[in-house]
Structure formats: structure tokens, C-alpha cells
């Protein structure tokens, strides 16, 4: 069975701080996917990771995927509130296969 | 070019009754999907159509059906609703015919079923 696995579920972190999501995954796959997710609002896609080393940075948020390790991270440079939502990665099957996702908090 | 859109944005249901949520795209997508997100849970996949005239199977598919008579509207029926399906739907769609292309989400249906 196929396990989408991130970590940590839930971060407060201050801004002007870094940090990383990971997202584990058990099978190989090529690529992944992350999402954002606002409070009572649906996801919106923000990285496509394609293949292996690929890494895709926008704005603060920079995406990579290590496809031997199985494993995606989310990196946040110098957060800002603004930032503050769900993440989620998510691994193609039949459909998508979400990880549990990460709430990020950003405190002023 | 409104993307994706569903009907009703929510609903508070009897348990029992019949009740179809509607997901229409503008975007040609050939493939569909229908997912619930469950409180503090990522979603879960519950049925797909890859084409229009195909359906299939997700994660989650027992209470649901689903049809897809053209290219734009995939609508998923639940036959007799149960408590247990309280959630918050989201209809998606990709160009390609598998989860190997991005997908594209509606606003959702917030639907409590008493």
C-alpha cells in the first residue's frame, strides 16, 4: 500500500525564519506534487517536480525531489505571513495520493 | 474562463436522502476526479474518469456514483446519505487522461449530512 508520508503536520515559526517540509513516499514514482491550501478554500497547485533533482523555486517556497531517496522537502526562505496555509504533497496514481499535510503558522 | 466550478457550494442533508453534487469544467479537460477532505486529513481520491464515457474507482468509493455523459460535467451521486459522509467535496480535472498531468481543483461543496 502506497504511504505519502509528511512531516512535521503542524509548524509555528517566526518571520524572517527558514524552514523544510518533507514529504516521504513508499514506491517510486517521477514526480510529485505540492499544494496550498488557505483555510476553507480549495488547493492551489504550486510545484510540479518532473524528475529526479528537479527543484522549482517561487518566491519564498522552493520544491525539490529526490526520486532514489523517495523523498520531496518544501523550503521556506524568510517566511512571511502570508505563507501561513496548508501544504500538501501529493503522488500520482490513479489519482492523487495526498500526504496528511502540513499547517504552517507564521507569527509577526 | 470560469475553471472549474460546483454546485452546491453547501448543503445540510437528512440522513437517507438522495443527493447530487455537480462539478462542470471549461477547460476541455479529458480527465475528472471527485476527492473528500475530511477534518485534519489530507483528500481522498473516490472516483475518476479518465475519459468522458469511462468511470472508476478511487480509494473511497462505497455510497457514491458517478457519470460522465460529455467532456465537462462529471456529477456524483449519493444514493442514500450517512452521517459518515459529512466531508468537504472537491471536484478536479487534468488535460491528460491519467494523475500524470497537474490537477486543477474546484472551490469545493461543504456538505453535513445530519
Known amino acids: 500500500e502506497l504511504k505519502v508520508e509528511q512531516n512535521p503536520l503542524f509548524l509555528s515559526m517566526q518571520e524572517g525564519k527558514n524552514y523544510t517540509i518533507y514529504c516521504n513516499y513508499s514506491?517510486?514514482?517521477?514526480?510529485l506534487y505540492w499544494y496550498r491550501q488557505d483555510p476553507g478554500k480549495s488547493l492551489e497547485s504550486l510545484f510540479v517536480?518532473?524528475?529526479?533533482?528537479a527543484v522549482k523555486q517561487e518566491g519564498r517556497l522552493m520544491a525539490s525531489l529526490d526520486t532514489k531517496a523517495r523523498l520531496s522537502t518544501l523550503h521556506i526562505t524568510a517566511a512571511v505571513h502570508d505563507l501561513s496555509a496548508t501544504y500538501f504533497c501529493?503522488?500520482?496514481?490513479?489519482?492523487?495520493?495526498f500526504g496528511q499535510g502540513t499547517r504552517l503558522t507564521i507569527n509577526p | 474562463i470560469a475553471g472549474i466550478t460546483q454546485a452546491p457550494t453547501s448543503q445540510i442533508l437528512a440522513a437517507g436522502r438522495r443527493m447530487t453534487l455537480r462539478c462542470t469544467q471549461d477547460m476541455r479537460h479529458n480527465a475528472m476526479y471527485w476527492y473528500r477532505q475530511d477534518l485534519g486529513l489530507g483528500l481522498r481520491l473516490i472516483h475518476y474518469?479518465?475519459?468522458?464515457?469511462?468511470?472508476g474507482k478511487g480509494e473511497v468509493p462505497d455510497g457514491y456514483s458517478v457519470s460522465r455523459a460529455n467532456t465537462d460535467d462529471f456529477p456524483l451521486t449519493l444514493a442514500s446519505a450517512v452521517p459518515s459522509q459529512t466531508s468537504v467535496y472537491f471536484c478536479?480535472?487534468?488535460?491528460?487522461?491519467?494523475?500524470?498531468?497537474?490537477?486543477?481543483f474546484g472551490p469545493g461543496t461543504r456538505l453535513t449530512v445530519l
Open positions: 517536480l518532473l524528475s529526479n533533482g
Open positions: 478536479a480535472s487534468s488535460a491528460g487522461g491519467t494523475s500524470y498531468n497537474e490537477q486543477f
Open positions: 474518469s479518465n475519459t468522458a464515457g469511462t468511470t
Open positions: 501529493a503522488f500520482p496514481l490513479t489519482g492523487l495520493v
Open positions: 514506491t517510486t514514482s517521477d514526480r
